[in-house]
């Protein structure tokens, strides 16, 4: 990743593993089917960061992608306190137990069913921005990637969200993790972002990049959507 940085012609990477602190049995299951255990190897994951730190020409953050929910605030807070990361960055992946970017969870729900599902989606967005745990929100409308939940977000649900940015310490990120793929958008979508950026909000860049030629396709896409927005990423750090 930190070579794919480098050929992206990066001068920082931050490596922000998912993470989920939840002690429902669910979540549990998920995450160690999932490999999203870094509150029990962020130790070992900070310690190889800095073994590569004086190896490439690159500032190197030790992040992490929190999962969000409401319920789980105080074990975040305490997690987040004890771990000292440089940064955090959150994401809300469910709703209730279900997973938003998971078919599955919604095949048998109604339409009605299915926008409740979206409603709750952006509640948590603002309980995030409100929680001023958090430097970044990542892909503030995840549920656009999923066709079942895809087009029930309203200009309310956008603006509810860029009101909470607003007033709150942590940014939005602009995500590519989907432009260059099926979905072929970047998040926040851009009605989503108008409303985010004219309540001044600054965005911050995420390439949402799990592979190291993912950084590099995706730096070129995010630059050129920066300059056509003629916007400049916040420095979060």
């Not at 992040?63 to 105080?74: G, H, L, N, Q, T």
């Not at 409740?116 to 409100?130: G, T, W």
């Not at 745990?133 to 939940?149: G, I, S, W, Y």
């Amino acid at each position: 990743m930190l070579r794919g940085a480098e050929a992206a012609g990066l001068d920082a990477v931050g490596f922000a593993d998912h993470c989920n602190v939840a002690d429902r049995e669910s979540m549990r299951l998920e995450k160690c089917q999932l490999g999203f255990t870094l509150d029990e190897t962020y130790e070992r994951r900070r310690a190889a960061i800095e073994s590569f730190r004086d190896s490439f020409d690159l500032t190197v953050y030790d992040a992490v992608e929190m999962d969000y929910d409401p319920r789980d605030e105080a074990r975040i807070e305490a997690f987040l306190d004890e771990a000292d990361f440089d940064y955090a960055v959150a994401s809300v992946h469910h709703v209730g137990d279900r997973n938003v970017q998971s078919k599955g969870p919604f095949r048998d729900l109604s339409e009605a069913e299915r926008r409740v599902v979206v409603d709750d989606y952006f509640d948590a967005l603002v309980a995030l921005a409100e929680s001023e745990l958090f430097e970044v929100m990542a892909h503030p409308d995840l549920v656009e990637r999923n066709p079942l939940l895809r087009g029930f977000a309203t200009d309310d649900h956008y603006e509810r969200v860029a009101i909470a940015l607003a007033g709150s310490r942590t940014v939005p990120e602009l995500n590519a993790g989907r432009v260059l793929d099926d979905y072929g958008e970047f998040h926040p979508a851009p009605a989503f972002l108008e409303a985010i950026l004219d309540h001044d909000v600054s965005v911050t860049v995420g390439s949402d990049s799990h592979r190291p030629e993912e950084v590099e396709k995706r730096v070129p896409v995010l630059k050129e959507r920066f300059a056509e927005l003629d916007v400049e990423p916040v420095r979060i750090v």
